[in-house]
């Protein structure tokens, strides 16, 4: 199991609607918060392996409408 953090930019005035959203149609997702700082919303996530996060967590999470950017960042345990 992998778990990861994903660090969102969003457009202005978007982020609970962005957040709602993300914990609405990604079945992954442990939490998601806005937050104050360089990015908008951390958002962590949970997946099977490397290969889903990155062909289907992370861009499931750009198809979401006022989302402008992702940083990602897989936990080393």
Known sequence: MIKAYVLLTLEVDKAEKVI???KKKIKNVIE????TGPYDAIVSVKADNLRRLAKEI???I???DGVIDTTTAIVIE
Request: hydrophobic fraction near 40%.
């Open 20 to 22: 709602k959203e993300i």
């Open 32 to 35: 998601a918060e806005e937050v």
């Open 62 to 64: 750009y198809k979401i």
């Open 58 to 60: 992370i861009p499931s």
